[in-house]
């Protein structure tokens, strides 16, 4: 298991930008693939963004591509998610996830681990 922790998240007006952190405490992130998932209140959780375990390797919902981008270093042991052009249904509450798996990346079922999750709110 992997301790995570996320940061970053707030309240920002559309079209802003946010950039999410995730970090491990204790473990290396460098054996996981890693992905961002949203959840708005109500709502089930749904990928937004993943990154194989070099990095070389990326994926996006059609909802953000264009818009997100996901990137991790795996020195410092972080994984980020830069989001501009910032929309209101983009508010959701995210997390990060790792997993062993390194396909079918955008399926919340193959992540064993999980932060508590950063606050996003878009206001219009």
């Known amino acids: 298991q992997v301790q995570l922790v996320e940061s970053g998240g707030g309240l920002v007006q559309t079209g802003d930008s946010l950039t999410l952190s995730c970090t491990a405490n204790g473990r290396s992130l460098s054996t996981y693939s890693m992905g961002w998932f949203s959840q708005a209140p109500g709502k089930e959780r749904k990928f937004a963004a993943a990154?194989?375990?070099?990095?070389?390797?990326?994926y996006y919902a059609d909802s953000v591509k264009g818009r997100f981008t996901i990137s991790r270093d795996n020195a410092e042991n972080t994984v980020n998610l830069q989001m501009n052009s910032l929309k209101p249904e983009d508010t959701a509450v995210y997390y990060c996830a790792a997993t062993k798996a390194y396909t079918t990346l955008a399926a919340p079922t193959l992540y064993a681990n999980w932060g508590q999750g950063t606050q996003v709110t878009v206001s219009s």
């Open positions: 990154i194989s375990r070099s990095g070389g390797r990326t």
